[in-house]
């Protein structure tokens, strides 16, 4: 790209390599085009009204044809100047759709929510983003608190449904044991019924033995 005391900031874009300027004239403006990464942090409320630290890491490009509108209208810090602005109004206008809850649930719905809102307006600024992804999502503590005891009391509300589960199993079993032993005893009864003392003598002679 080429600056002109006389034309200003010349439209056609120069890619690498050699190219002719006119001395003392003609400036030469260099930008990276490249892909570069970026963290925003933005601290957001969410539908229910709980505050939640959110970290984005995006990676984007300028559109190479249309450097000289940036240049002429940003400046040559346009990824320092235009990506934290449009990553904390996407942000706050996504998490606000959401309660705190939601978020932890729908993480991946979050995250393309806030990637197509991104990407919509970094195009007016004629960025291209490659890739946006959520690296830290941090609630306030008193939200963080509300979870880890709702965590705890669902873990001992698991604890004592094994309880009775297990209390209905030996109960369960004990009726078994218990019917088991009533028919034994049935038997045996019918036995010596049928047999006399002859059934009592052979118990005896097995003990001994």
Same mark, same amino acid.
């Given at each position: ?7 200003? @900031?010349?439209?056609? @874009? ?51 044809? /249309? ?26 206008? @996504? ?25 919509? /307006? ?41 309880? @009775? ?45």
């Amino acid at each position: 790209m080429i600056f002109d005391r006389f034309r200003g @900031v010349l439209q056609e @874009v120069n890619g690498e390599g050699t190219h002719f300027r006119i001395p003392f004239v003609q400036t030469p403006i260099i930008m990276d085009i490249r892909s570069q990464p970026r963290i925003i942090t933005s601290p957001t409320g969410t539908k229910d009204l709980q505050t939640v630290n959110i970290t984005l890491r995006v990676l984007s490009h300028p559109i190479e044809d /249309r450097l000289p509108s940036i240049y002429n209208d940003i400046g040559r810090d346009f990824n320092e100047r235009i990506l934290p602005s449009i990553g904390n109004e996407v942000l706050k206008a @996504v998490v606000a759709k959401y309660n705190a809850e939601d978020l932890l649930r729908k993480r991946e719905n979050v995250s393309m929510e806030i990637r197509k809102g991104l990407l919509e /307006r970094a195009k007016t600024f004629h960025l291209i983003l490659d890739d946006v992804a959520i690296t830290h999502l941090r609630f306030g503590n008193e939200f963080s608190k509300a979870i880890e005891e709702k965590q705890v009391a669902q873990q001992e509300a698991e604890r004592q449904t094994y309880v @009775v589960m297990k209390a209905d199993q030996e109960a369960k079993a004990s009726v078994i044991r218990s019917e088991g032993e009533a028919e034994a005893a049935e038997l045996i009864s019918l036995a010596l019924k049928e047999s006399g003392s002859g059934l009592i003598e052979v118990r005896r002679i097995d003990v001994r033995k």
